[in-house]
């Protein structure tokens, strides 16, 4: 994975609970180049949202995280907390996904901005409150110079996601992360939010992570996917390739519960039975068997490897892949 | 901003007339008549009689209670029968010795407190979190009357650097006034700091749980500029709420401490006239306390407004 802006090396985050160690992330090996796109899918508590902590390095305390994080060819989880500091907000950027909590309710809209530029990048007030203007009319949000003295309050779901976003685009970052930006707005909003994300992917030339639980937030937007289940990578492929040929059951079944707009009315939506299993108590096999249509044999025995299989880039982890032409 | 004062400034009014209210109302419930209070155990009842109608006593309740508010709104407040001092010239003689310890004693349990709520919100479960918080919890049971003879027994009698008792105003000599008032508001800045501390300390903590929190961590902030521009704003709010009820509460005096250093302050003045059956002076004084205790919170109110702009632009 050399020559990668951020590669995650079996990662394995741990979280103590009252009801034992829980095994938030298991295993996890990801890459991102530079300017390339990477989607994280999974449901809620797949450990999609730990994983983007373990990056930038902003676990829970009790957490206890093994691997590698390298980011430009230093290992993150070696790095002295200062050197963190400059690197995040600076190169490594999140938006997170609730824009109604994430920005603080007491401090201007202005504030927000110009702290993070003063911090990292040496500009004297003036500029910085010039460059918060232009960031702010980049990512689409009207009358930017007003905005300044405003707070969060004043401003709808979609707009604060919008200034969160400015935010995160405002030092030039080399990465950002965005952890489910749309989730918590209105449908009419997502796709407004996610296309701008993919613009301002492009005319930056940085690389992103999106992680979403929506297959259909990734599908023209990613340059890879990799879907993951009760903390493990289970497929990872370049989209197109994923798209055409889904190989992992639980993929296909994530993909067949989106809703679709073409099935006749009162059809009940396909969801996957059951829930994910519980993360203080890792099961032999492997995780999805339990709710997989095609478990068989080993399937509850032994834990299937991620491994490439016809092509060298379209991973995944199943003895009983859906085959060639098949599947949803 | 205009029209959220003026608004909080009409809700003072219910407010100060009930206040007014409740004090007539007590003060007239208490046992024995002013009349037999003036004129001591030789009054004949024609006399009694006498005085009564003169003052008006034999009035209904609301009458009286009119009349009260009617010389009240124009400025007077009564008078003593014993010493002739008006109450507004009694209250004007002692409110500086109150104003000046609540000031100090307040400035010292914000000067302890915050500090140590915000060192053990940074390190929330650590030995010196624990160690804080327990000895908060310690000092809130210790009750003023002790610290305060602890303290005078290490200063005054032991060390012998600030004198026990006494009072001299601070126009006077500001020196001999602060050495006098050093050690009642030490015991009550003594008595403050634990709940500043405890309040303060697990605002901060929910505070540090925050997204924005996170956020602000993922910015790639200083430290010292998350905790104390982004946790300490949005959690200075019930900061406020306590140091305006202390406030509020140390404007009718400081009783204890009063009388243990011998200060000439409100709290003292309100026991005298409570043990001279002063009447006039108590009802006069009480509402004024009130009516400060009123203000302090529209104070706190306003104050409210300037640190969360969420109450400012009426979304709270």
Same mark, same amino acid.
């Given at each position: ?95 997170? /996904? ?62 604060? /996601? ?39 992917? /492009? ?126 | ?75 007077? $407040? ?76 290490? $200063? ?161």
């Amino acid at each position: 994975m050399s020559g990668a802006l951020l590669s995650v090396e079996d990662a394995v985050v741990d979280l103590p609970t009252p009801r034992g160690n829980l095994r938030a992330v298991d295993h996890v090996d990801l890459a991102v180049g530079a300017g390339k796109t990477l989607g994280i899918v999974g449901e809620s508590g797949c450990g999609k949202t730990m994983l983007s902590r373990a990056v930038l390095q902003l676990l829970p305390k009790k957490a206890k995280l093994s691997g590698r994080v390298m980011f430009n060819g230093q290992d993150l989880t070696t790095l002295s907390a200062e050197k963190l500091r400059k690197l995040r907000g600076r190169s490594l950027a999140v938006v997170f /996904q609730d824009p109604m909590t994430s920005l603080n309710p007491v401090l201007t809209i202005g504030t927000q901005l110009i702290e993070t530029i003063q911090e990292h990048l040496e500009l004297d007030l003036a500029q910085a409150r010039q460059r918060s203007i232009e960031l702010l009319a980049a990512v689409g949000i009207p009358a930017p110079e007003q905005r300044l003295a405003q707070y969060p309050h004043q401003l709808s779901g979609g707009m604060r /996601q919008r200034v969160a976003i400015a935010i995160a685009l405002s030092c030039e970052p080399q990465l950002l992360i965005a952890d489910e930006p749309t989730t918590a707005l209105d449908v009419t909003i997502q796709a407004q939010i996610l296309d701008l994300l993919a613009r301002e992917q /492009q005319r930056r030339h940085m690389a992103m992570i999106i992680i979403t639980h929506d297959l259909g937030v990734v599908a023209g937007r990613t340059d890879e996917v990799a879907v993951m289940y009760a903390g493990r990578v289970v497929e990872r492929a370049p989209t197109p390739a994923l798209f055409k040929q889904m190989r992992m059951p639980y993929t296909e079944a994530l993909l067949a519960a989106l809703p679709k707009l073409d099935v006749a009315p009162h059809t009940p939506l396909p969801a996957i039975s059951g829930r994910p299993p519980d993360p203080t108590r890792p099961l032999k096999g492997c995780s999805f068997s339990p709710r997989c249509r095609y478990s068989a044999g080993r399937c509850t025995t032994e834990k299937p490897r991620l491994s490439p299989a016809e092509t060298q880039e379209h991973l995944y982890a199943c003895f009983h892949p859906i085959a060639a032409g098949v599947g949803a | 901003m205009l029209f959220f004062v003026a608004r909080r400034l009409l809700y003072l009014v219910p407010v100060l007339i009930a206040v007014s209210v409740l004090t007539f109302v007590i003060a007239s419930l208490l046992p024995g008549d002013l009349a037999y209070v003036i004129l001591g155990d030789q009054a004949t009842p024609e006399n009694v009689a006498a005085l009564r109608h003169d003052m008006g006593l034999d009035q209904p309740i609301w009458l009286r209670y009119l009349g009260w508010l009617w010389h009240i709104l124009q400025g007077d $407040f009564g008078r003593s029968f014993r010493t002739g001092q008006t109450v507004l010239q009694a209250v004007s003689e002692r409110i500086p010795v109150s104003f000046e310890l609540m000031i100090l004693a307040e400035l010292i349990g914000l000067a302890i407190g915050v500090p140590l709520a915000i060192a053990c919100a940074a390190k929330a479960g650590s030995a010196f979190d624990r160690l804080m918080t327990g000895s908060a919890f310690g000092m809130l049971s210790v009750p003023t009357f002790l610290s305060a003879i602890l303290l005078i027994y290490l $200063f005054a009698v032991e060390l012998r650097l600030l004198p026990a008792t006494g009072y001299v105003p601070f126009t006077e000599d500001p020196v001999a006034n602060l050495r006098f008032m050093v050690l009642p508001a030490l015991t009550l800045g003594l008595a403050e700091w634990p709940g500043i501390m405890r309040v303060l300390r697990s605002d901060m903590i929910a505070a540090l749980q925050e997204d924005y929190i996170a956020l602000a961590k993922a910015k790639g902030l200083k430290p010292s500029r998350i905790l104390f521009v982004h946790a300490l704003k949005p959690s200075s709010l019930t900061l406020v709420t306590i140091t305006g009820i202390n406030i509020g509460r140390l404007i009718g005096g400081a009783v204890i401490v009063e009388t243990i250093f011998a200060l000439p302050g409100i709290g003292r003045l309100l026991v005298g006239a409570i043990l001279t059956r002063d009447l006039i002076i108590l009802q006069g004084v009480v509402l004024l306390v009130a009516a400060g205790f009123v203000i302090m919170n529209f104070i706190v109110d306003m104050l409210y407004a300037v640190l969360d702009p969420r109450i400012r632009h009426g979304h709270a």
